[in-house]
């Protein structure tokens, strides 16, 4: 018998064994176009597998890991260059899902995720607003976290706690005068972290969450960031409206209390994932595209779980049952 970790089977958004992780789906990262999708946009309707958009940055380098999560999850696949986005020739609200993956986009010039933001913020805000009014999943992952943060979208519309006084305002913080603010910052260590982390979660209000955000689910994934740090000027206010989707923590599940490596970048109150307050909006700076399959854990002997594929697999049956 082989020692090898055996192939794993994609499975249905639903939760079923079936096919949708291979290579022959018709996706084309250079010459994508928007025939697998809903014409309508909106949720995915009757048997139909939702299509997801996931937009090619200079730099981005995830996509690809990132689709195959989707495929195995249920979904259709359509990774597109920004400058079709840009032209029209593909549409965000053709789509069921937004997925920003990780990478370096336009090399971070300016800071990680910025020049990205500012495209969602510009060129693309108001297909953003009318896939917020379609209530579209939407997650960013890395780079895509920090875009998401960038342009505003997380945290969202959070009211300050009582508690919390003017305080400074990160670096880079998105969110006007009155509004919680954040960013992801350098990490505190001053070094790019490569490693592996547990993640305890929460915001159970959130449709990717549905199969993970339980007390006693914790997942494993990697990070690969330099600039991680998640920081906020009100850290209470996101913390009352059960926005924080994911915690580091140790393999028991205990909190990291700010302790290296077990929180490898320093973040507020362990901070590796929110959600806006609608649920519908989540950013993460770990890589759960990294560990939806057993043979991606360099540690699969021990069978230790934590596999990804449930955050998935929630935020595609979230469309296509919508």
């Known amino acids: 018998m082989s020692d090898a970790p055996q192939q794993d089977e994609p499975i249905e958004a639903d939760g079923g064994a079936g096919g949708g992780a291979g290579e022959g789906d018709g996706v084309d990262q250079t010459g994508a176009t928007a025939q697998q999708v809903n014409p309508n946009g909106g949720p995915a309707s009757g048997g139909a597998r939702p299509t997801v958009l996931i937009p090619v940055a200079p730099g981005t380098n995830r996509n690809e890991e990132l689709a195959v999560a989707f495929r195995a999850a249920g979904a259709e696949v359509n990774q597109v260059p920004l400058q079709l986005l840009r032209s029209g020739e593909v549409k965000l609200v053709d789509h069921q899902l937004l997925a920003l993956p990780g990478g370096f986009s336009y090399g971070d010039a300016l800071g990680a995720g910025r020049l990205l933001g500012l495209d969602l913020s510009g060129w693309f805000a108001d297909q953003l607003q009318e896939a917020h009014d ?51 910052a350098a990490n505190a260590n001053g070094r790019f972290e490569c490693r592996w982390v547990h993640l305890a979660t929460g915001a159970r209000h959130s449709p990717w969450m549905a199969d993970l955000a339980d007390v006693s689910t914790t997942v494993r994934c990697p990070v690969a960031h330099g600039e991680g740090r998640f920081v906020a000027t009100d850290v209470a206010a996101i913390e009352s409206a059960d926005l924080v989707a994911f915690r580091y923590c140790d393999a028991d599940g205990a909190a990291a209390h700010g302790a290296y490596p077990v929180n490898p970048n320093g973040s507020d109150a362990d901070i590796a994932g929110i959600v806006d307050p609608s649920g519908l909006v989540l950013g ?25 594929l449930p955050l998935f697999a929630a935020g595609v049956r979230a469309v296509r049952h919508g």
């Not at 595209?289 to 779980?305: C, I, K, S, T």
């Open 134 to 184: 379609r209530e579209m999943p939407i997650i960013g992952i890395c780079n895509g976290f920090q875009a998401l943060v960038r342009a505003g979208l997380l945290p969202g519309d959070v009211e300050p706690s009582r508690s919390s006084g003017p305080g400074l305002r990160p670096t880079g913080a998105a969110g006007i005068a009155g509004e919680v603010a954040a960013t992801l």
């Open 284 to 308: 993460l700076m770990p890589h759960p595209e990294d560990h939806v399959f057993a043979r991606q854990d360099p540690r699969w002997r021990q069978d230790l779980g934590g596999r990804c």
